[in-house]
């Protein structure tokens, strides 16, 4: 079967050459000189036919493989026609057919591969690009392009220096692939809202004989010694802004907190010094003294409770025994406990809910404990002479508790920051009148464990309006 076309092709030049020795054998004999040459040229014609139909075949044949070839090279993978001729061409072509099946099977692995990283690359949160040698971007994912503000289609191909604005990304980049080494670096993005970046760039170390040919002494010589060059480096953004935000909160909240406590602990210390050295005796001033130094360790005592119950609140441990609670008799009950003080300080409080106002889910002491804290400030930052409303309505599927009042308001800048621990618009004002700045803070966290809202209403010189909506019992 092996070498079948050969034979076919020595076949036929031996039928030529027979008929070209016979026509020879012919002249040399005695035949006549007219049916000699009409012999000739019938064997030389026959013989001539049956090459020229063995050439055709397999020039067609030919042919057909160079059209196969073409279109595997454009991507089409569809086999050749089975053959039922056993030569070479026919095993050349099932050769063809197996190379295009496996190079199709490649193809496809490889696509599906790509699609795969590509997925996994566009839904990272983090920022993901590739460069070259050279800096350029071969790759960049989508976060990647959003975090620079840049296009990730138009920045292929482009050196990084060009299309990103920051200096230290591209020295790190630049760093990571001259030394071959991890480069890590932050890094903040946007002035009006800064993004805090952990930066890391990543050599992608590739064996290039090249180099190492070239590489002075030339131990690459024959024995094939190779050298890892960075071929690249992949550049990975990490948004740790939260992260940032968090320390920063925590630096604060130490700051504020030790903050808190010198003030009275200062008095203190003062005040039981100055009774100390001689003032115990001054009948005049003896009480005084110690009624400052009670009212500083009645206040260290709030701030501490207030702390205490901050941090249970924030590390998921207050424990909240939700049942179906009547707002109605904790509005009543706070507005009693606040008459006193409101009148003491020449204030009206009015009290105005609808008949039959439905139970909410929530747990007593803390709703009570919210109110109780806005109708405290209510009368606290409410000049004499002003006047507190105390009301509640249901809307849709919940209860909205609200506390009026026609005090010192509160200025746009400060409304949303003062649900914050430790926010005060005038803390001097605040820690005169004996408050902690964390009672709005408690007060946020209670209404959000049970599901509902707090927030305010205010204009500056005519008052606030703070509400809580809490859920109803009967809503699932
Ligand atoms: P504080 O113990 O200082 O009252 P809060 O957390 O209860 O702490 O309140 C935070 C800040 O919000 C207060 O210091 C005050 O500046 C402002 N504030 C709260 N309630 C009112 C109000 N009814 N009117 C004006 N300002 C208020």
């Not at 063809?96 to 990272?124: F, K, Q, Y």
């Not at 040919?213 to 024995?223: L, Q």
Request: with cysteine.
């Amino acid at each position: 079967m092996r070498a079948k076309l050969f034979w076919k092709l020595s076949f036929t030049y031996l039928l030529l050459l027979l008929a070209v020795l016979a026509a020879m054998d012919l002249y040399a004999t005695s035949a006549p000189r007219g049916h000699l040459v009409i012999a000739a040229l019938i064997i030389v014609v026959l013989g001539s036919i049956a090459t020229l139909l063995v050439s055709r075949g397999f020039s067609d044949r030919v042919e057909r493989l160079k059209n196969f070839a073409g279109r595997v090279a454009g991507g089409d993978f569809r086999p050749l026609e089975r053959e039922d001729t056993e030569d070479e061409l026919a095993d050349l072509a099932r050769a063809l057919n197996e190379t295009a099946a496996r190079l199709e099977a490649t193809i496809s692995t490889l696509t599906n591969e790509r699609n795969r990283s590509s997925a996994i690359l566009g839904s990272m949160v983090e920022g993901v690009a590739v460069i070259d040698a050279k800096e350029r971007v071969i790759f960049c994912n989508q976060a990647f392009a959003e975090i620079l503000s840049i296009d990730a289609v138009a920045s292929e191909g482009r050196p990084i220096l060009e299309i990103v604005r920051q200096a230290d990304l591209v020295s790190l980049a630049r760093r990571a692939l001259q030394s071959g080494e991890h480069a890590q670096g932050d890094l903040v993005i946007g002035t009006i809202s800064p993004r805090s970046f952990d930066v890391t760039v990543a050599p992608v170390a590739a064996l290039n004989s090249q180099v190492a040919a070239r590489a002075p002494g030339g131990e690459s010589g024959g024995s094939g010694a190779r050298q890892e060059v960075p071929r690249g480096a992949v550049i990975v953004l990490h948004d740790i802004s939260e992260l940032r935000r968090l320390e920063r909160v925590r630096q604060d909240f130490v700051a504020n907190v030790s903050h808190e406590f010198k003030t009275p602990l200062t008095a203190i210390q003062g005040f039981s010094e100055t009774l100390l050295s001689g003032a115990l005796e001054d009948e005049k001033n003896n009480r005084r003294f110690l009624e400052i130094i009670r009212d500083h360790a009645v206040r260290l005592g709030r701030l501490t409770d207030d702390l205490l119950k901050l941090a249970r609140i924030e590390a998921g441990k207050l424990e909240l025994e939700f049942h179906p609670v009547a707002l109605a008799d904790i509005i009543e009950s706070c507005a009693s406990t606040s008459l006193l003080k409101a009148s003491q300080r020449n204030l009206s409080l009015d009290v105005e809910f609808p008949p039959g106002l439905p139970p909410v889910r929530g747990d007593a002491s803390l709703l009570r404990e919210v109110l109780q804290n806005l109708l405290d400030n209510a009368v606290q930052y409410t000049p004499p002479g002003g006047k507190v409303v105390l009301s509640a309505a249901t809307r849709d599927s919940e209860v909205v508790v609200t506390v009026a009042d026609t005090g010192i308001g509160i200025p746009l800048a400060d409304k949303e920051r003062i649900f914050e621990r430790f926010y005060r618009v005038d803390a001097a004002r605040s820690r005169e009148v004996g408050g902690t700045g964390l009672g709005l803070s408690i007060a946020k966290h209670i209404v959000e464990a049970h599901g509902g809202r707090i927030w305010v209403d205010s204009a500056v010189g005519e008052g606030s309006q703070f509400h809580f909506a809490i859920p109803l019992a009967s809503h699932p």
